[in-house]
C-alpha cells in the first residue's frame, strides 16, 4: 500500500458529535492557529488525527508534525494514527521523516533543544499539531523555540484541555479576551463530556477538623475555615498532608481504601485509586501507611524511576487496588480504571489540579461512566477549585435529580503558595470528612472510617487474560522498522565475529550491495532486504 493509499485508510465513522462538529468548523481554516479546547479524556486526538489524515489525502500539506510534551505521548500519538492508516515517527529528530512515514511526533523538549534543525526542515505547507499546548505559556524556552521555529508554518492546530495560565504568559497562537481567558475555535467542556457520557463525573470530598502545629515558638491549632496568614495556611496544609499524624491524611487513606473496597466489591472488581503525593519522601511514606490500611503494598511511582513508564503500564493493565506517583501521572497517561483519589501533593495551582481531576475521569468501554471520588483537603484554594469544576456540572446534575444539592460555600480567591521551605513541626491532626459535592445525587452509603481502621486482608489481583500478540503487519510502521533494525543490528554482529571484521564495516558492505544511504533513514522495505540477504551470508550454506 502506497503513503497516499494508506493515509487515505481508515474511517471518520463513530466520531462523536463534537468531533464531527470540530472537524466542520476545520473546513474553512486555511491559515494562522486554531484552538480546541475539549475536556480530558474527551478525545482531542482522534478530529486532530482525521484533520491531519484528510489533509495529506488531498495533498494541501507537504508535511506533519505533531508536538506534544513527553517521549511517551510521542509512542501514543503514532499508536492512534496506526489505527487511522497514518503512520507517525515518535521521538523525531527532525520534521523530515523517513520514506513511507507521514508525518513525525516529537517534544517540545528537542524542538527546543535544535531548533535551527527543526526550523531548516519546517515549510509554510507543514501542518503542525501542538498537543497539551498550555505546556507553551508554561515554559518560556518551550513556547519561545516552537513559535520561532514554526513561524513558516501557515497552520497550527493546538489542542489543550485546560487552555488558561497560571501566570502571565500566553499561549503561542491563543487569542485571549479581556478577562484573560482563551478564546477556544471550538469548545467541549467537561460538563458536556458527562452530559454526553463521554466522561465520568467526579465526587470531590474534602476533609477538616483540628490541626496544630509548632511556628517556632509558638503551637498554633486551626482548622481550614480560620483565616491565617500565607505563611501559617501553608504550614496548616502541609500538616494537613503530613503522615505522621494518625488522625489526619493516614485517616483520610483509611476513608479512600474503604470507599475503594465498596467500588472493588460493587460491580467494579479492579478499580483502582491514585494518591498524588508531595515528592519522593513524601510518597514513600504515603506508601507505608497504604500498606498499614490495605495489607497490601501499593505500586510506587517516581520521576527518578527508569522503569517509571513501564510501572504506569504495568498498574493500567493489572488489578492493582492502589498507586502513589508524585509527577509521572499527568497528560497521556490514561488510567481508566482509576475511581478514587487523594489529593496529597503541595501543588494547587488551578492547572494542576484539573490535570489530577483529568485521570480520574476516563471512560471504560461497555460500562456505564459511574463516578469516581477525589479526597481533598479542604483548604481554600482546593475548595474553590472543586467548586469551579462542580460548577460546571451543577446543571447536568440537577437534570437527572430533583433534589436541592445547596449553594456551595463562598470561598476568598488567593494566590498558589510558591512552594516555600517550611520551617515548622506538624503536631496532631484530628481530621473526617466534611461534605462532598454531589453527594446527595450520588450517595452510595460507604460508610466512613471514625478511628484508625484496622489492616484489611488485600483482594484478590485481577489479571486480564493475556491479548494475542498483534502481527508484524499490524504493527504501527515505527514499532515494526524498530523490531527490524534491532534485528538487522543482531544480524550485523554475528556475521562480523563470523568474518572477524568490525561492525561498521560489516554494516558499510550490506549497504553498499543493497544501495541504502544509511541504517537511520532504511525504509522498512530496506531493512528486510539487509536482513534477508544477512541471514543467507550467515545460514545459506547451512539450511
Known amino acids: 500500500m502506497t503513503t497516499e493509499q494508506k493515509a487515505g485508510a481508515g474511517s471518520a465513522s463513530g466520531l462523536r458529535e463534537w468531533q464531527q462538529r470540530a472537524l466542520a468548523q476545520m473546513d474553512s481554516w486555511s491559515d494562522g492557529s486554531f484552538l480546541i479546547s475539549a475536556a480530558p479524556g474527551a478525545g482531542k486526538t482522534r478530529p486532530a488525527l482525521e484533520f491531519a489524515r484528510r489533509e495529506l489525502q488531498r495533498r494541501a500539506v507537504d ?278 483519589g487523594v489529593y496529597a501533593t503541595a501543588a494547587k495551582t488551578p492547572l494542576i489540579f484539573r490535570q489530577i481531576v483529568g485521570r480520574f475521569v476516563r471512560t471504560i468501554a461497555g460500562r456505564e461512566p459511574e463516578p469516581s471520588w477525589l479526597y481533598i483537603p479542604a483548604d481554600t484554594i482546593l475548595r474553590d477549585h472543586a467548586a469551579n469544576v462542580e460548577t460546571e456540572l451543577r446543571y447536568i446534575v440537577r437534570q437527572g435529580s430533583d433534589e436541592d444539592l445547596g449553594e456551595l460555600d463562598e470561598v476568598e480567591r488567593v494566590k498558589s503558595e510558591k512552594g516555600e521551605v517550611l520551617d515548622f513541626e506538624p503536631l496532631s491532626a484530628d481530621v473526617a470528612p466534611q461534605m462532598s459535592l454531589f453527594g446527595p445525587a450520588f450517595d452510595d452509603s460507604v460508610p466512613t472510617v471514625t478511628r484508625r481502621p484496622a489492616p484489611i486482608p488485600p483482594p484478590p489481583v485481577l489479571l486480564p487474560e493475556p491479548a494475542a500478540a498483534p502481527a508484524d503487519s499490524e504493527l504501527p510502521a515505527f514499532e515494526r522498522r524498530a523490531q527490524l533494525r534491532a534485528k538487522r543490528h543482531r544480524l550485523v554482529a554475528d556475521l562480523a565475529r563470523d568474518l572477524r571484521s568490525s561492525h561498521k564495516e560489516v554494516n558499510a558492505q550490506v549497504n553498499r550491495t543493497l544501495g541504502i544511504d544509511s541504517v537511520d533513514k532504511a525504509t522498512i522495505e530496506q531493512l528486510e532486504r539487509s536482513i534477508a540477504w544477512l541471514d543467507n551470508r550467515l545460514y545459506g550454506s547451512k539450511r
Open 63 to 340: 508535511g506533519l508534525v505533531i508536538a506534544c510534551p513527553t517521549a511517551p505521548l510521542t509512542r501514543q500519538w503514532a499508536r492512534a494514527a496506526h489505527q487511522l492508516g497514518l503512520e507517525l515517527l515518535p521521538d523525531a529528530d527532525s520534521p523530515r521523516p523517513p520514506s513511507g512515514f507521514h508525518g513525525v511526533v516529537v517534544t517540545y523538549a528537542r524542538i527546543a533543544s535544535s531548533p535551527r534543525q527543526w526550523a531548516a526542515g519546517t515549510r509554510e505547507r507543514t501542518l503542525v499539531i501542538a498537543d497539551e499546548a498550555h505546556h507553551l505559556g508554561e515554559d518560556l524556552a518551550w513556547g519561545e523555540s516552537f513559535a520561532a521555529v514554526f513561524a513558516q508554518a501557515s497552520r497550527w492546530l493546538l489542542l489543550s484541555g485546560t487552555p488558561f495560565r497560571s501566570d502571565a504568559t500566553p499561549i503561542p497562537g491563543v487569542a485571549y479576551d479581556a478577562n484573560g481567558l482563551a478564546e477556544p475555535h471550538v469548545s467541549y467542556t467537561y460538563a458536556d463530556a458527562v452530559r454526553d457520557r463521554v466522561c465520568r463525573p467526579v465526587v470531590f470530598v474534602t476533609y477538616d477538623g483540628t490541626l496544630s502545629w509548632r511556628s517556632g515558638d509558638d503551637v498554633i491549632e486551626s482548622s481550614f475555615d480560620d483565616v491565617l496568614s500565607s505563611r501559617e495556611a501553608s504550614r496548616r496544609y502541609r500538616t494537613a498532608i503530613s503522615t505522621e499524624l494518625p488522625d489526619g491524611l493516614p485517616r483520610i487513606l483509611g476513608e479512600a481504601h474503604a470507599r475503594l473496597q465498596s467500588l472493588r466489591g460493587g460491580g467494579h472488581p479492579d478499580a483502582g485509586g491514585l494518591v498524588i503525593a508531595a515528592d519522593s519522601e513524601h510518597a514513600r511514606k504515603v506508601a507505608a501507611q497504604l500498606r498499614a490500611v490495605a495489607g497490601h503494598p501499593p505500586v510506587v511511582v517516581l520521576h527518578q524511576d527508569a522503569k517509571a513508564a513501564q510501572k504506569l503500564a504495568a498498574f493500567t493493565n493489572s488489578g492493582e487496588p492502589w498507586l502513589v506517583a508524585v509527577n509521572m501521572v499527568s497528560e497521556g497517561v490514561d488510567i481508566p480504571r482509576l475511581r478514587v
